[in-house]
C-alpha cells in the first residue's frame, strides 16, 4: 500500500482528558483522533471531514512531566479571577502521520495556520514527508488509537469524537469507545500494516 508518511516533532504536547475539567490536569499518554484531523485541518486552512482524509499516526515522547500553572477564571469580559493548578504534558514529541491522499501531505509543508498538539504554545514543527510503502500483516502497535474492541490490543478507554464540527460552539462528531495503546502490543487484525522503515505497526481511520 502506497502512502505519504509526515513527521512532525515538538518540545511539548498535552490532551485534555475528557473527564475531567477542573483541579489537576493531566494529560493523555496521545493525541485522540479529533486531535489528528484538528491538525491537518490547521495545515489545509479549512475543515477536513474525517470521511475524506482516510490516515494512520503513530505518536511517541521521551519524557512526561508536571509543573504548576497559573490559570484565568473568566466570569465576563471585565471580570476574571486566578487559579493555580497542576498541570501534565509530555516531552520531545515525533509524530508520523500516513495520509493516502497526496494533497494532505503537500499542505504540511506550507500550513495555512500554526501548527500545535496540544494547546496554543505547544508548536508542532513539520520535518517533511516521503511516500512509502506499507504491507499488510501482523505488527506491533503503540502509540496510536484503535476502535474497542480489536483483538489483542491493550490501553486505555474512553469515549471519544472521531472529530470535532467545524460549526460554533464545537460539537462532537462520531463519537465511539476507543482505545488508546500507549504500551506496545503485538496483534492480526483487518486494517493493520507494518511500517518496515520504522518497525511498527499502524491503523487507518476515517475515509470512505
Not at 508520523?96 to 491522499?101: H, N, R
Request: overall charge neutral; proline content about 8%.
Amino acid at each position: 500500500m502506497k502512502v505519504y508518511r509526515v513527521e512532525l516533532n515538538g518540545w511539548t504536547a498535552s490532551f485534555r482528558h475528557p473527564q475531567l475539567v477542573s483541579g489537576t490536569q493531566p494529560t493523555l499518554p496521545l493525541p485522540p483522533p479529533s486531535t489528528i484531523y484538528g491538525l491537518i485541518s490547521a495545515a489545509m486552512g479549512s475543515w477536513i471531514d474525517p470521511s475524506d482524509c482516510r490516515l494512520a499516526y503513530v505518536f511517541q515522547h521521551v519524557g512526561q512531566a508536571r509543573d504548576l500553572e497559573t490559570i484565568y477564571q473568566f466570569r465576563n469580559s471585565t471580570s476574571a479571577k486566578s487559579n493555580v493548578v497542576w498541570r501534565e504534558w509530555l516531552t520531545d514529541w515525533t509524530l508520523w502521520l500516513y495520509l493516502t491522499d497526496a494533497a494532505f501531505a503537500h499542505a504540511f509543508e506550507r500550513p495555512v495556520y500554526p501548527l500545535v498538539l496540544g494547546r496554543q504554545q505547544e508548536l508542532a514543527y513539520a520535518a517533511g514527508f516521503r511516500e512509502i510503502t506499507l504491507a499488510q500483516r501482523p505488527t506491533r502497535l503503540r502509540g496510536t488509537a484503535v476502535p474497542f474492541p480489536m483483538q489483542g490490543a491493550s490501553g486505555m478507554l474512553l469515549a471519544l469524537p472521531l472529530a470535532m464540527s467545524p460549526d460554533i460552539p464545537r460539537r462532537p462528531l462520531g463519537v465511539r469507545i476507543w482505545q488508546l495503546v500507549h504500551r506496545p502490543c503485538s496483534l492480526e487484525a483487518e486494517g493493520l500494516y507494518h511500517d518496515s522503515e520504522l518497525n511498527h505497526g499502524v491503523y487507518f481511520i476515517g475515509g470512505l
